[in-house]
Each structure stands twice: as structure tokens, then as C-alpha cells.
């Protein structure tokens, strides 16, 4: 548990080694407040929730989470760090982990910077309080299964360009998977079993369970279970393509 | 019982043999000098002993423990320096190497008595709050030294300890490695031959992933053309050095394999 507290400290440090979390930070402050007023019509609507701000997560997550989890391993393999990293008397899925769990303490930072948002419609009217906390949590999952993603895509590149693609690309089946579009394309010829394993892999449907409310067990274990996957497949990853 | 063990390592990338049926040992108190032209093989093998890469077959040891079957506890035992002397461009050298003796288990008391120690010894005073991104190559490669050294290790394995250094601090660099010696076992690689008669008690050879020759710097010496020409050696002159001779005597051989 020292050595994984360590790497996270580390990695934490990683984030803001440059002014590239401060741009992050405030580039999605302003593109999700900015949607919320704009796009979803948050005054117009005249309900006091923050469902205009939430319908927007899988779309900017899918840019934005590529865009934290790409220097985790490309950068080290280009550097060569890696090879001392991976020679210290520390197992590789911790490293995996730690730097998973920065990543992914950097979004949930990115997130409580929007509470101001929540403020303000508690200030206009009587949200449910309820629905918004399980909103932000599963916002939260939602965007720790984007960066497991991306983390994979990672390990794949000495490159953060070529990681930032990959991993927007994967995000994108996983966002795309539950839109009609994509279903009757594969209804046309597959069995309904797997149209229904399609639909079930989307994030969109899953998010979505959750900020109406309902809590959902399903869609907690979904995201879980992809996140442990991404990372066991990581793990994977890295001792495969450590040296290239 | 040798600190530093390997047994038939092969490693293969493709259909290229990286290296090919290496097999030597290390014991406390020698150096062994790794020798051989780029893409001989020696930081293939190096990274095999560290544990980094899995050889295609056979085993290395470090104290005893396989470095793949029980990589934690042989790595423990390991000081490292990989090709190049890579480190955290976005850390200072300070943070670098506090992070590294907290990876390594010491505690914070224990890393500030050794890293004060290792800042004397290895100099870098001057440097030490410095971002290491924007160190000079010599102090790069001095940081990589360090923290190698910061537990203490049995082993160390050291690849091209002196590449990008000049003359006053190769000469540095290998006072420091002769003073290590006696307690520890260390591999160098290095293609600089001098470096082999300055500080190795032992030379290994290697061109193409195979090894050549496992002697002593005498015994190489003696191998020389120049040697068989002559009772004694010719005097040295500035460019060619004898070793140099033996070098591509032996290498030259093996190049249309």
C-alpha cells in the first residue's frame, strides 16, 4: 500500500508539473457550464436540476478523459523511464493502479470545480439533492472507466498523439454502442443476442439510469467491471510492450 | 555463491538473435567489463539480468533469485542504470531521488542520511533542486548513478556508466566504481576499451549476441597480434591503445556470421 500511495503522490505531482492541468481544468469548466446555459437551455427550462449539465458528460468525457490519461505510459516509454520504473521492487499492476487512480483524482477534481453549478440551482429553486450526488458519482465511474480506457491506449505508444486518438476512438464505440444508429445497423443481420451485448456495453445508457435516479446496480457493476477489465488488460499490455 | 548469475540466456525478436547462449557469473569484489560493438547484445543482456526483458530461454540470477520467477527479491538486490540514464524529466533531482529511496523502502530519516552522503560523493550539490530535464548529460548520467546506488545494493548493473561524460568526470566515474568494488559485484558495459584495463577485473566479449572471450584485461593483453609479433608490447600511441587490437582482432572474425 506504500509503494501505491507513492506512485499516486507521484503522479498526482505529474498533473500540474505543468500548466496543462490549469488549461484542462478551465477548458472544461467553460465547455461544460457553457453547454449547460447554452445547448441544454438551463434557464428556459425553468426546472431546477442539473440534468442539462450531466447529458453532456459521455460527450466531453470522451475528448477530455483521452486528453488526461494520455502521458501515462507514452510518456514514460518515450522517456525510457519506464525501464527503471518497471526494475524497482515494485509489481507492475501497482504501477498501473497508481497512476490510474491520479488520473483519476484529477477528474474528480475537475468535477467538484463545477459545484458552483449546484449551488446555483439550489439557489434558484429545490433540486433533488439526491439525484445530483448520485449524478456527480456516477459521473465520477463513468469518467474512471473513460481513463481506464484511454490508460490501455497509452501503453500501446511512445506517442501521446497517436494515445490520445486510439483512446478517443475506443471511448467512442463504448459512447456510440447504445444509439439506434448503431443497434439497427447490427440488428439487420445479428441475433438479438448480440444487438442486446451491444446495447448493454453503452455508457450513455448506463449514465443515463443513474442521473434520472434510479440506483442502479447494473450499471455500477458495468462500469466497475470495465475498469477492473481495462486495467487487467493494461497490466498486460505494459509487460508486452514495454520494450518495443 | 555468485551475485550475479546468467544461464544459456537467449533472446530472440523475431528472427533476430539479440543474444545467443550467454552464460557467465559475478562475485563479490569483481567488475566485469561488458565489451562489445553497438547491437553486440550487451544492453539486451543487461536488461534481461535487471528483469526488464524475459529472455527467449535460460535464467539469470541476482543473489540467488531469478530475476523473472522472484523479479521482486532479485530486484532488491539491484542497483540499475539502464542504457541511457533515464529519470523524470518533470522532477528535480532532489524529488527524483527522495521518490526512488521511498520506492525503495527507506525510511524518510534513512533516505536523507544516505542521499546527503551519495550528494557529496557524487557531486551534485550544485544541481540538486535543479529540474532534471534541464541538466547537462553529465549530470544526467551522475542522477542515474545515484540512484542506483541509493539502497546500498549488491549488485550493480551499469550500462555505459561513462557514455557523455568528459575526460575529468570518466575519470571520476571510475574512481568512484573502484572504490564500490570490494563489497559489491558489478557489470559495466561500455565499448571504450581503456575503460576495461582502468577498472575490470574481468572482460567479457561479446559481437553479434554470442560471447567471445571471458578473460582478464592481462589475458587479453596477451592476446594481442601485437603481442605475438613481439616479446612485449608496443608502447601505446594515442588513438590505439593495445586492447583496441585485440578488439577488432576478435570482433573482426565474427562479423560475416
Known amino acids: 500500500m506504500r509503494m501505491l500511495s ?58 477530455l478523459m483521452p486528453a488526461i490519461a494520455m502521458r501515462l505510459w507514452a510518456e514514460d516509454r518515450r522517456t525510457g523511464v519506464i525501464e527503471l520504473l518497471l526494475t524497482l521492487p515494485v509489481p507492475t499492476w501497482q504501477w498501473v493502479v497508481g497512476k490510474w487512480l491520479a488520473a483519476w483524482a484529477f477528474a474528480g477534481l475537475a468535477l467538484l470545480l463545477t459545484t458552483p453549478l449546484w ?30 480506457l484511454a490508460s490501455c491506449m497509452s501503453a500501446l505508444t511512445k506517442s501521446q498523439v497517436l494515445a490520445f486518438i486510439g483512446a478517443t476512438a475506443v471511448g467512442f464505440i463504448f459512447v456510440m454502442a447504445g444509439f439506434d444508429l448503431v443497434l439497427s445497423a447490427v440488428r439487420s443481420w445479428a441475433p438479438a443476442v448480440v444487438t442486446d451485448a451491444i446495447s448493454s456495453m453503452s455508457f450513455i445508457q448506463h449514465f443515463q439510469r443513474i442521473t434520472e435516479g434510479v440506483f442502479e446496480v447494473p450499471a455500477l457493476i458495468f462500469f466497475f ?20 | 555463491m555468485a551475485l550475479v548469475e546468467t544461464r544459456s540466456l537467449v533472446k530472440r525478436f523475431g528472427d533476430f538473435t539479440a543474444v545467443d547462449n550467454i552464460s557467465f557469473s559475478v562475485n563479490r569484489g569483481e567488475v566485469v567489463g561488458f565489451l562489445g560493438p553497438n547491437g553486440a547484445g550487451k544492453s539486451t543482456t543487461m536488461k534481461i539480468i535487471s528483469g526488464f526483458l524475459e529472455p527467449t530461454s535460460g535464467q539469470a540470477f541476482i ?22 540514464a533515464p529519470a523524470y524529466p518533470d522532477m528535480s533531482v532532489a524529488q527524483f531521488l527522495n521518490f526512488i529511496a521511498a520506492m525503495r523502502g ?8 544516505r542521499l546527503a552522503e551519495l550528494v557529496e560523493r557524487i557531486e551534485l550539490k550544485e544541481v540538486w533542486d535543479r529540474r532534471i530535464e534541464a541538466l547537462s548529460k553529465g549530470f544526467k548520467r551522475r542522477v542515474g548513478i545515484a540512484q542506483a546506488l541509493v539502497h546500498d ?105
Request: charged share 20%.
Open chain 1, 6 to 63: 507513492l506512485i499516486f503522490r507521484r503522479e498526482w505531482m505529474a498533473c500540474f508539473a505543468t500548466p496543462l492541468a490549469a488549461v484542462f481544468l478551465l477548458v472544461f469548466l467553460i465547455l461544460s457550464s457553457g453547454m449547460t446555459f447554452f445547448l441544454a437551455n438551463f434557464f428556459e427550462r425553468g426546472q431546477a436540476d442539473l440534468s442539462g449539465f450531466f447529458i453532456w458528460h459521455p460527450w466531453l468525457f470522451l475528448i
Open chain 1, 119 to 148: 449551488v446555483t440551482v439550489n439557489w434558484l429553486g429545490t433540486p433533488d439533492n439526491g439525484v445530483i450526488l448520485a449524478s456527480y458519482l456516477g459521473s465520477w465511474l463513468m469518467a474512471g472507466a473513460f481513463l481506464a
Open chain 1, 225 to 244: 467491471t470495465l475498469i477492473g477489465l481495462s486495467l487487467w488488460l493494461n497490466v498486460l499490455i505494459v509487460d508486452l510492450k514495454k520494450a518495443d
Open chain 2, 63 to 84: 543473489a540467488g533469485h531469478d530475476s523473472h520467477k522472484d523479479a521482486i527479491a532479485a530486484r532488491r538486490h539491484l542497483g540499475y542504470l539502464p542504457e541511457g
Open chain 2, 106 to 113: 527507506l525510511t524518510r530519516a534513512q533516505a536523507n542520511d
Open chain 2, 153 to 257: 545494493p549488491d549488485v550493480l548493473i551499469l550500462d555505459e556508466p561513462t557514455d557523455g561524460l568528459d575526460p575529468n568526470q570518466k575519470y571520476e566515474m571510475r574512481e568512484l566504481i573502484l572504490a564500490l568494488a570490494p563489497s559489491k559485484a558489478i557489470v559495466v558495459s561500455t565499448h571504450i576499451l581503456e575503460e576495461v584495463e582502468a577498472i575490470c577485473s574481468r572482460a567479457l566479449i561479446v559481437a553479434r549476441g554470442r560471447m567471445l572471450i571471458d578473460a582478464t584485461p592481462a589475458e587479453l593483453m596477451a592476446m594481442s597480434p601485437e603481442a605475438e609479433a613481439h616479446s612485449a608490447p608496443k608502447h601505446e600511441t594515442a588513438h590505439h591503445s593495445p586492447l583496441d587490437a585485440v578488439f577488432r582482432h576478435i570482433t573482426r572474425d565474427h562479423r560475416d556470421h
